[in-house]
């Protein structure tokens, strides 16, 4: 669902694709091919969020800030399941991790990957490149050219998503028995290790 708020009526670039479960509140302003999964709640209430192109927020994700903040999510930046970017800044090609908190002032440099349960503190600085586990979160590394590589073709793959979604996302009644004509559906997507190999 998307709700205006106090005037405000949030930017959806048509390519992008949020799902019906989840709500963009405000003034929020959304590039193209990002997708917001369902359950994800993106609240620009009390200041403005910006997605660039490219960016998922999957699902049970909450971006949100304290009053009069602003916030950014770079382009292709990677919010994994039930993160919560709370009044942080996360830099392009980024990845965080699923279940990570990102807290208020908090600036994460493009290209970083931060750990799935990580705890950014507030007005933390990382680094470019920056690899983040931990709860605090601390730089354990550098991000390798293997690392963002990989992080990139997954990224590609939330990219396509909204398209596909669009084509073919639709309320259903369930099935009550497995059709025997049922297509595997390995066959519709490559492997992650064959995707990666391209």
């Known amino acids: 669902m998307v709700y205006s708020f106090k005037g405000y009526i949030p930017v959806i670039h048509e390519s992008s694709f949020v799902h019906p479960l989840a709500a963009i509140t405000g003034n929020v302003i959304i590039g193209k091919d990002c ?9 620009g209430d009390w200041g403005q969020i910006v997605l660039e192109d490219g960016v998922n927020v999957q699902e049970n994700c909450t971006v949100h800030m304290f009053p009069g903040k602003s916030i950014t999510l770079k382009e292709s930046a ?10 942080a800044n996360i830099g392009r090609n980024v990845l965080v991790g699923m279940n990570t908190v990102i807290m208020d002032d908090a600036e994460i440099s ?12 507030a007005g933390t600085k990382i680094p470019k490149r920056s690899l983040v586990v931990g709860n605090p979160a ?5 991000v390798s050219d293997d690392m963002i590589a990989w992080k990139t073709k997954g990224t590609q793959l939330y990219q396509k998503l909204p398209a596909e979604c ?15 004509d049922r297509k595997k559906q390995e066959a519709l997507y490559d492997t992650l290790r064959d995707f990666m190999n391209k």
Do not use: N
């Open 166 to 180: 669009h084509e073919s996302l639709k309320p259903v009644e369930p099935l009550r028995e497995v059709p025997e």
């Open 138 to 142: 601390k730089v354990i590394k550098q």
């Open 35 to 43: 997708y917001i999964g369902p359950g994800a709640a993106i609240r």
């Open 110 to 121: 493009d290209e970083s990957i931060v750990g799935a349960m990580a705890f950014v503190k």
């Open 78 to 87: 990677h919010i994994g399941h039930g993160a919560i970017i709370h009044g």
